[in-house]
């Protein structure tokens, strides 16, 4: 097969799955890794695709966020260990808040019974799981509800994050790149993220490693402005220390 015909193979499972990973591709095309990535690498030149950590996405895609019935089936073990290693994070006792996410979410489900936390969250599936807890103390950010997410953004959120401060932050995203930091699709959402970085003493994000590469519409953050990535181990030595030379720790659960 030539160079011309496999780019072209490519392009279109691209387009197809919404997502291309470097070793299945050699797999099935009989080619070594590194021809594979010289291929994605010709497409992206072309503006076709776009390089993310593994693989490669259509431009197309970039624009797309899934809800979170779809998010929640990805990586399901990912985030449950992510969640898990977050918990090193929280304080004795204090005040957390946490950002809208299927990740998130999985911290919020393994949140300890047996410390006095208080809770503040955008999220209306973390706050209907706190609510359970009679050691969690609960704080319901208001504002307009996006269907796509279950967040709730908009003023009344940036408003009230102005007058509190929380011990630390636990951020989803739908970005993270070395260039461009942290963004997600949403203005919205990004300035209810960008409010709740500035309210917080710490803040760590929580996300699976195939969002890490990846650029959206609307930036909320640098990464200069992140204590700590917990990511799953899907994510290469090298991206990992280009990630902690622009400031944050990162953890590979």
Do not use: C
Not at 94 to 114: F, I, M, N, S
Not at 173 to 180: P, Q
Not at 196 to 222: E, N, P, Q, Y
């Amino acid at each position: 097969m030539y160079a011309e015909e496999r780019q072209q193979h490519i392009l279109e499972r691209a387009r197809a799955a919404g997502r291309v990973e470097v070793n299945a591709l050699a797999e099935d095309l009989d080619v070594t890794p590194e021809t594979v990535r010289r291929d994605l690498t010709s497409l992206e030149r072309h503006g076709v695709l776009r390089r993310v950590h593994g693989g490669a996405i259509p431009v197309e895609r970039l624009g797309f966020e899934p809800g979170v019935e779809a998010r929640s089936e990805r990586f399901v073990a990912e985030k449950e260990r992510i969640g898990k290693v977050a918990l090193s994070h929280l304080p004795d006792e204090g005040t957390v808040l946490l950002d809208a996410g299927t990740t998130t979410l999985r911290l919020a489900e393994q949140l300890p019974h047996d410390r006095e936390l208080t809770i503040v969250t955008n999220s209306l599936g973390i706050a209907a799981l706190v609510a359970q807890h009679p050691n969690l103390s609960l704080y319901l950010l208001g504002g307009r509800v996006r269907g796509r997410t279950l967040a709730a953004v908009g003023s009344w959120v940036t408003n009230a994050l102005q007058d509190v401060f929380v011990d630390v932050a636990f951020l989803g995203t739908n970005g993270l790149s070395v260039e461009h930091g942290l963004t997600t699709p949403d203005q919205s959402e990004a300035a209810a993220k960008r409010a709740m970085i500035s309210a917080a003493r710490r803040s760590v994000v929580l996300t699976d490693h195939t969002k890490i590469g990846v650029d959206h519409f609307a930036r909320f953050a640098d990464l200069s402005d992140i204590a700590a990535v917990i990511t799953d181990n899907g994510l290469d030595p090298e991206t990992v220390a280009e990630i902690e030379a622009q400031g944050p720790e990162v953890v590979l659960a």
